[in-house]
C-alpha cells in the first residue's frame, strides 16, 4: 500500500484546513486509517483514527470538537478535516494504514503498517 498525504499548508490560528490521504491498494484490505502528528523535536502522536468498514472514528483529547477525520471507499481516500486551529497544531501530518488484525490499539503507531510521506501543517497566531 502506498499513500499519498496532501492538503497541508499555512493558515492563521482559528483558521480551517482538510488533509486528504489516497491509498494505492483497494481499501477492501485495509482494517484502518489514522492521522499522527510530529512536532519538531517530539515524538509523532495519534490525532484521530477510523475503522474502514464501521466508518467510525477516535479522536486525541487534543482535537476533539475541532477536527474530523472521514473516508470515501469509492476513491481510497482518508480525510482530516481540521477547524479551529491552534498555534500548538502545528506539526508534520502523517497518514497511516493497518492491513492485518492487530493486538496494538489504534492510538498507537504499532497498529499501522503502511505511512505517507507527511504533510506540514503551520498554523500562526
Known amino acids: 500500500v502506498q499513500l499519498q498525504a496532501s492538503g497541508g499548508g499555512l493558515v492563521q490560528a482559528g483558521g480551517s484546513l482538510r488533509l486528504s490521504c489516497v491509498a494505492s491498494?483497494?481499501?477492501?484490505?485495509?482494517?484502518?486509517m489514522a492521522w499522527f502528528r510530529q512536532a519538531p523535536g517530539k515524538e509523532r502522536d495519534f490525532v484521530a483514527a477510523?475503522?474502514?468498514?464501521?466508518?467510525?472514528?477516535n479522536y486525541a483529547d487534543s482535537v476533539k470538537g475541532r477536527f474530523t477525520i472521514s473516508r470515501d471507499s469509492a476513491k481510497n481516500t482518508v480525510y482530516l478535516q481540521m477547524n479551529s486551529l491552534k498555534s500548538e497544531d502545528t506539526a508534520v501530518y502523517y497518514c497511516?494504514?493497518?492491513?492485518?488484525?492487530?493486538?496494538?490499539?489504534?492510538?498507537?503507531?504499532?497498529?499501522?503498517?503502511?505511512w505517507g510521506q507527511g504533510t506540514q501543517v503551520t498554523v500562526s497566531s
Open positions: 497511516a494504514a493497518g492491513v492485518r488484525a492487530s493486538t496494538a490499539g489504534v492510538t498507537t503507531t504499532a497498529r499501522y503498517d503502511y
Open positions: 491498494r483497494r481499501t477492501l484490505s485495509i482494517y484502518g
Open positions: 477510523i475503522r474502514w468498514s464501521a466508518g467510525y472514528g
